[in-house]
């Protein structure tokens, strides 16, 4: 089970930071797709739409990005069409695709953490081979494995290659075929059987919104989104091959996750998966340590960052 902290050695942001560093790409970037909404008058707003709604939400800066984004989703299930948090809202989630976008495209090779990493996927099992469970937007673990050329897949189907399974979505997703809309490019291919959320199957590590078009047809879930598997079939979907996952393995390792009270569901599920098995936790984090230790009593807490932990050195088998 992976989360941002497994990320953060290649310079992507942690949840904690993550607003600062969201706003200060948007601000130094000023996008053509979200530019305008940050132009002084706009909207009819003396600082623009969009800083508008983050000042009506957040008046004294002092929400996480998590937070700010739970925030705006409650506001606008109840306000008009016209409030700018419409418009943060929707700005924010643009810059944060784009920022993680920008850090992918400037790694020139993966480090050797993440060499060591697929070792240890790469370690013969008796039966089925490791799953990977990302709760991260970016395509770091995938980089990683194709760069590794080891077989892997979005589903769970083909006990052959390494499931990477994705229940917040992924920068490289579309929910076109949600929206019964048609692609003229022929490389989109769902997930798997069942599934309306697609990749590019063609060049599933290259950005399909490099100009911004249809990119909120990008299917990523954010703290705060509605879409949980009692109310979404494809999020049940992915959320059942993450299930037989689980149970098909002996033990469950979180790295660099901090098991968020917000994503009740994801907590409740993981505490129902791990009866029986073997639970490892590395993260550096005491609070999160903290939680984890009342979820899952038994745990093998680990305070460590991934970068230090066991898995980011080479695997006995090397």
């Not at 929707?90 to 070792?119: M, P």
Request: aromatic letters at 12%; proline letters at 6%; hydrophobic letters at 35%.
């Amino acid at each position: 089970m992976l989360g941002a902290g497994f990320s953060a050695s290649e310079q992507f942001p942690l949840v904690m930071g993550l607003r600062a560093r969201v706003l200060h790409f948007l601000e130094a970037e000023r996008h053509s797709s979200y530019r305008m909404f940050m132009e002084p008058g706009n909207g009819g707003h003396a600082e623009g739409q969009f800083y508008a709604g983050l000042h009506e939400i957040d008046p004294n800066d002092t929400l996480e990005f998590e937070e700010l984004l739970i925030a705006l989703q409650r506001r606008l299930q109840n306000t008009f069409a016209e409030d700018p948090c419409h418009t943060t809202l929707r700005v924010l989630k643009i810059g944060c695709a784009r920022l993680l976008w920008c850090i992918h495209n400037s790694i020139w090779k993966v480090g050797s953490v993440y060499e060591n990493f697929v070792s240890w996927l790469r370690m013969p099992q008796d039966s089925s081979p490791n799953a990977i469970v990302s709760f991260n937007w970016d395509v770091l673990v995938e980089r990683t494995l194709a760069d590794s050329s080891v077989a892997w897949s979005y589903w769970n189907s083909d006990p052959s290659v390494i499931p990477v399974l994705k229940p917040h979505g992924s920068i490289n997703w579309s929910g076109h075929l949600r929206e019964n809309l048609r692609a003229e490019y022929g490389g989109w291919k769902p997930l798997g059987q069942g599934s309306r959320l697609s990749y590019d199957s063609w060049e599933p590590l290259s950005n399909p919104n490099k100009q911004e078009i249809n990119s909120d047809l990008r299917y990523m879930i954010f703290p705060g989104d509605p879409e949980l598997p009692d109310r979404d079939e494809d999020v049940r979907l992915l959320w059942d091959r993450i299930s037989e996952a689980v149970l098909q393995r002996e033990a469950i390792a979180f790295v660099g996750y901090s098991l968020p009270e917000y994503d009740s569901f994801a907590t409740e599920r993981f505490k129902e998966l791990a009866r029986g098995k073997r639970v490892e936790v590395y993260t550096p984090n005491e609070k999160h340590l903290a939680r984890f230790e009342s979820v899952f009593p038994k745990a093998e807490l680990h305070k460590e960052k991934f970068e230090h932990s066991v898995y980011a050195k080479p695997s006995p088998g090397c």
